[in-house]
């Protein structure tokens, strides 16, 4: 199946001699929720910054539906349409005064009637929870209601692929759950979920593939392969999931139930311990 997004081959200096990427190949397909991981200043926002067009590779190529992205204004903004990224920190995206005025601006810029414009604003709102503030001066907002505003401008631009650098950066454990909530009624609603996270267990537990950024390239696979992989996960400094490991333990007893998250962990040992 061709995938609705792919790198090909990317490489990327912001300085010579210094590359970021060297020939990193990703591919993201429609449904397929994929987690990239690595370290600090290895080359993740670099990465999402190249596929949604906001930086050119110094070799290689972005492919959109299996064609090459031209790098017109036409090429870029049927790029934009499909594509949508969110950055780290949500004041690096939002410049408007009000919430509804924030998030009408990619429909708007698009040249969509007014009412249309509307409706995809208030559905925006909608699906990220944050209609009742509407009105709201955007430099009033919290932390978490300001990433909440940053996704649903995205959001409103209805992408196939919701890109998100570090979503969950700076959210406390319950604004955590709820964003990966709303992450999991857009990819029910039909947009693809993309994210970069530090976290493992996040990784492991909300992830079809992952991909992992390190010394320039990508590996890419299914979760439950790649996090168990000692060796590239300490290439890229990171720690292992604890959940792989959980599950050859439970395999080796004859336990069947993989936990993914430490509520369901703590139900199979409550149950285990109820069966001695």
């Given at each position: 199946m061709t995938p609705v997004l792919a790198a090909s081959g990317l490489a990327?200096?912001?300085?010579?001699?210094?590359?970021?990427?060297?020939?990193?190949?990703?591919?993201?397909?429609?449904g397929r929720r994929v987690a990239v991981l690595g370290p600090n200043g290895g080359g993740k926002t670099?990465?999402?910054r190249?596929?949604?067009?906001?930086?050119?590779?110094?070799?290689?190529?972005?492919?959109l539906d299996g064609a090459p992205v031209r790098r017109t204004r036409r090429g870029l903004t049927t790029l934009r349409q499909q594509v949508q990224l969110v950055l780290q920190?949500?004041?690096?995206?939002?410049?408007?005064?009000?919430?509804?005025?924030?998030?009408?601006?990619?429909?708007?810029?698009m040249g969509l009637p007014a009412d249309e414009v509307a409706r995809r604003v208030d559905g925006a709102l909608v699906a990220l929870g944050i209609a009742d503030l509407a009105d709201r001066p955007?430099?009033?907002?919290?932390?978490?209601q300001k990433k909440?505003?940053?996704i649903a401008g995205a959001v409103a631009m209805r992408p196939r692929l919701l890109v998100l650098d570090e979503p969950t950066a700076g959210l406390d454990p319950a604004g955590v759950e709820e964003l990966l909530v709303t992450l999991a009624q857009l990819h029910a609603?039909?947009?693809?979920?993309?994210?970069?996270?530090?976290?493992v267990d996040l990784a492991h537990r909300w992830a079809d593939d992952v991909a992992v950024v390190a010394s320039g390239v990508v590996r890419t696979g299914p979760a439950d392969a790649v996090l168990a992989d000692a060796d590239?996960?300490?290439?890229?400094?990171?720690?292992?999931?604890?959940?792989?490991?959980?599950?050859?333990?439970?395999?080796?007893?004859?336990w069947p139930t993989r936990p993914r998250t430490a509520a369901e962990l703590h139900e199979v040992l409550a149950e285990v311990l109820s069966e001695r």
């Open positions: 990327f200096s912001y300085e010579p001699g210094r590359p970021v990427l060297t020939g990193a190949d990703l591919e993201l397909h429609a670099t990465l999402f190249l596929l949604v067009g906001t930086l050119e590779p110094s070799a290689g190529q972005v492919l920190d949500p004041d690096d995206q939002l410049f408007a005064a009000g919430v509804a005025q924030d998030v009408s601006f990619g429909p708007v810029n955007t430099h009033l907002l919290s932390f978490g909440r505003t940053a609603a039909g947009t693809t979920p993309v994210l970069s996270t530090h976290d590239l996960l300490r290439s890229a400094r990171l720690g292992p999931a604890w959940a792989p490991a959980v599950h050859r333990l439970l395999a080796r007893v004859g």
